[in-house]
């Protein structure tokens, strides 16, 4: 039996099943180059096919053929798109129970000390990595080490505060010492950040190799990348450790999965109508009950976490004064908007700081800013934007209110989501905002464009977490000794720091949300963040293909049980 702090199981993340019901700027690690196969020796590395035809390896007779938006420049890092691709190659300490509880996966249980400072996990024996390296306590402390190194930047930003070092008891025993009681450790563990990698790999490959093509214990291992194009997962035989929520033990029912990158939606859906793919990603709002009606399987998850928010610059005008960050929150009727855009399938979300699957969520934060343009005037008026040149832009000193709003299309914002951009683009400049926008190809996105402080004047994007402790890597100031650039509004404030802090250290779940609870009602009053729509992660399957499931931290499709059949 785990014991581990107090803690109350989530509410289970809303997903759907076909026709039975209806009704998601990051920290990345990047890296190029052509993709690495492990040979026999995982210090050896031999290239692999870059033909521009998927279909040129000789494909078992069991292939599963799905289409995903958006192609990561390599496999395992921090960034979302790559954890659900390494989740299929890279098992966890831990994995996320269909009822939000924490259940085993490579550690048979845990627990912690009276003081919360120390956490031991036990591990099961029979796991071992693809390259024949056993899962055992000093692999699990190297990772922890390359974790907190820097190896993957979004787990060093979760632990980097907390976690002081691991050391192997024994073989299967493992402890985690703490700076400071950490109780949401184990469930955040459970994201694919997470995956465990060989350690054999971590220290004789390149940091490259081992983020475009990671070496896991998980039921599939990468065996072909053609860039642009495709990545081709295979089964491995002996794969017998997956987590409880798996459907059934033992490996995957699939041979082969066909990961194909097709960045335009529309192309996505007429593939899978045609029966060129079995199941796809992202599927817009207005063809999601079509799908439903045509019999394909659907499945929905509202990502807690961070939703799709805009930041305010609080570093240069016109947003470094509160009231006119207020006058831009009250100008908007953003539930309209995505009401209009979404279809009933995209949720609004009015809290900047935390999503509504968020344990931990303030409603009072959501409330804040309702639609007032009324109010909105007022407080333009009283910022001292008094006059308006001829086309309705409110002028201060000559100057026009002109706002810089970049995004990134095709990246961070789907089609839908520019969709919403614009409509709200439209009712600020109703009030007198001139609202430019400005956006962004994935390639300038990944380079970390439009990131600092003299960049832009509002800031779109989300952050997928399982809890409200996203607050802390938002929020934090600093990150090893640096300016915290995951801080979108450039907020720094020691008293919200601390606050959050607390949070994070409190066992109590009640204490512990209440806490989390005024966070975001600080950010909130200080008219930082505001929200406009949950992200999701949304899947449609064909009829043929059955056991496709959703991972319970992130959404991304889980492909171990996965098969088809007519």
């Given at each position: 039996?785990t014991?581990?702090?107090?803690?109350?199981?989530?509410a289970?993340?809303?997903?759907?099943?076909?026709?039975?019901?209806?009704?998601?700027?990051?920290?990345?690690?990047?890296?190029?180059?052509?993709?690495?196969?492990?040979?026999?020796?995982?210090?050896?590395?031999?290239p692999?096919?870059?033909?521009?035809?998927?279909?040129?390896?000789?494909?078992?007779?069991d292939?599963?053929?799905?289409?995903?938006q958006?192609?990561?420049?390599?496999?395992?890092?921090?960034?979302?798109?790559?954890?659900?691709l390494s989740?299929?190659?890279?098992d966890?300490?831990?994995?996320?129970?269909?009822?939000?509880?924490?259940?085993?996966?490579l550690?048979t249980?845990?627990?912690?000390?009276?003081?919360?400072?120390?956490?031991?996990f036990?591990?099961?024996?029979?796991?071992?990595?693809?390259?024949?390296?056993?899962?055992?306590?000093?692999?699990?402390?190297?990772?922890?080490?390359?974790?907190?190194?820097?190896?993957?930047?979004?787990?060093?930003v979760?632990?980097?505060d907390y976690?002081?070092?691991?050391?192997?008891?024994?073989?299967?025993t493992?402890?985690?010492?703490l700076?400071?009681?950490?109780?949401?450790?184990?469930e955040?563990?459970?994201?694919?950040?997470f995956?465990?990698?060989?350690?054999?790999?971590l220290?004789?490959?390149?940091?490259?190799?081992?983020?475009?093509?990671?070496?896991?214990?998980?039921?599939f291992?990468?065996?072909?990348w053609?860039?642009?194009?495709n990545?081709?997962?295979?089964?491995?035989d002996?794969?017998?450790?997956?987590p409880?929520?798996a459907a059934?033990?033992?490996?995957?029912?699939?041979?082969r999965?066909?990961?194909?990158?097709?960045a335009d939606?529309?192309?996505?859906t007429?593939?899978?109508?045609a029966?060129?793919?079995?199941?796809?990603?992202?599927?817009?709002?207005?063809?999601w009950?079509?799908?439903?009606?045509e019999?394909?399987?659907?499945?929905l998850?509202?990502?807690?976490?961070?939703?799709?928010?805009?930041?305010?610059?609080?570093?240069?005008a016109?947003f470094?004064?509160?009231?006119?960050?207020?006058?831009?929150?009250?100008?908007l009727?953003?539930?309209?908007v995505?009401?209009?855009?979404?279809?009933?399938v995209?949720?609004?979300?009015?809290?900047?700081?935390?999503?509504?699957?968020?344990?931990?969520y303030?409603?009072?934060?959501?409330?804040?800013?309702?639609?007032?343009?009324?109010?909105?005037?007022r407080?333009?008026?009283?910022?001292?934007w008094?006059q308006?040149?001829?086309?309705?832009?409110?002028?201060?000193d000559?100057?026009?209110?002109?706002?810089?709003?970049?995004?990134?299309?095709?990246?961070?914002?789907?089609q839908?989501?520019?969709?919403?951009?614009?409509?709200?683009?439209?009712?600020?400049?109703?009030?007198?905002?001139?609202?430019?926008?400005?956006?962004?190809?994935p390639?300038?996105?990944?380079?970390?464009?439009?990131?600092?402080?003299?960049?832009?004047d509002?800031?779109?994007g989300?952050?997928?977490?399982?809890?409200?402790?996203?607050l802390?890597?938002?929020?934090?100031?600093?990150?090893?000794?640096?300016?915290?650039?995951?801080?979108?509004?450039?907020?720094?404030?020691?008293?919200?720091?601390?606050?959050?802090?607390?949070a994070?250290?409190?066992?109590d779940?009640?204490?512990q949300d209440a806490?989390?609870?005024q966070?975001?009602?600080?950010?909130?009053?200080e008219?930082?963040s505001?929200?406009?729509?949950?992200?999701?992660?949304?899947l449609?399957?064909s009829?043929?293909?059955?056991?496709l499931?959703?991972?319970?931290?992130q959404g991304?499709?889980?492909f171990?049980?996965?098969?088809?059949?007519?």
């Open positions: 039996m014991d581990s702090p107090p803690h109350r199981p989530h289970l993340r809303p997903f759907a099943l076909a026709v039975t019901a209806a009704v998601s700027t990051l920290a990345l690690t990047a890296c190029g180059g052509a993709l690495v196969t492990a040979a026999a020796d995982p210090g050896a590395a031999a692999v096919s870059t033909s521009a035809d998927p279909g040129a390896s000789t494909a078992p007779t292939v599963i053929t799905y289409g995903h958006q192609e990561p420049p390599c496999v395992h890092g921090g960034w979302i798109e790559q954890g659900y989740h299929q190659v890279l966890a300490l831990v994995s996320l129970g269909d009822d939000g509880a924490v259940e085993p996966w550690a249980d845990w627990d912690v000390s009276d003081d919360d400072l120390t956490w031991t036990h591990l099961r024996e029979e796991p071992t990595f693809s390259d024949g390296t056993p899962v055992d306590a000093q692999a699990i402390v190297d990772n922890v080490d390359y974790w907190l190194e820097g190896g993957n930047s979004t787990a060093k979760w632990l980097d976690v002081e070092d691991a050391t192997a008891v024994d073989d299967r493992v402890e985690i010492a700076s400071d009681p950490y109780p949401l450790l184990a955040n563990l459970t994201q694919p950040y995956g465990i990698q060989s350690p054999t790999a220290a004789t490959r390149s940091a490259e190799e081992n983020c475009t093509s990671p070496i896991g214990s998980g039921p291992t990468l065996t072909e053609n860039r642009g194009t990545i081709v997962l295979d089964r491995r002996d794969y017998d450790w997956a409880a929520t059934t033990q033992g490996p995957a029912k699939a041979e999965i066909d990961w194909r990158f097709l939606p529309t192309a996505r007429a593939a899978l109508r029966g060129e793919l079995d199941a796809i990603y992202d599927v817009q709002a207005f063809e009950e079509n799908l439903q009606d019999g394909y399987e659907t499945h998850f509202n990502t807690p976490g961070r939703p799709q928010q805009i930041s305010f610059n609080t570093t240069r016109p470094d004064d509160k009231r006119v960050r207020q006058a831009f929150a009250y100008s009727d953003r539930e309209s995505v009401d209009s855009v979404g279809k009933g995209i949720p609004y979300e009015g809290n900047g700081s935390v999503g509504q699957a968020t344990d931990g303030s409603q009072a934060a959501a409330d804040r800013y309702s639609f007032d343009p009324d109010e909105a005037d407080l333009l008026d009283d910022a001292g008094t308006r040149a001829a086309d309705g832009t409110r002028t201060k000559g100057e026009r209110l002109h706002i810089e709003f970049p995004y990134a299309g095709g990246r961070t914002i789907n839908d989501g520019a969709a919403i951009i614009q409509g709200l683009q439209q009712q600020a400049e109703a009030v007198g905002f001139d609202v430019t926008l400005i956006p962004f190809p390639s300038e996105a990944a380079a970390g464009a439009y990131t600092g402080p003299d960049e832009y509002l800031s779109i989300y952050w997928t977490s399982i809890n409200a402790g996203i802390h890597v938002i929020w934090r100031q600093e990150v090893g000794g640096e300016p915290n650039t995951s801080n979108s509004a450039f907020y720094f404030d020691d008293e919200l720091e601390s606050l959050i802090r607390e994070n250290s409190t066992t779940p009640a204490e806490l989390y609870q966070a975001q009602e600080t950010i909130a009053d008219a930082l505001i929200g406009v729509y949950d992200r999701l992660s949304t449609a399957a009829p043929r293909l059955h056991g499931r959703q991972e319970n931290s991304g499709p889980v171990h049980d996965a098969y088809i059949a007519d």
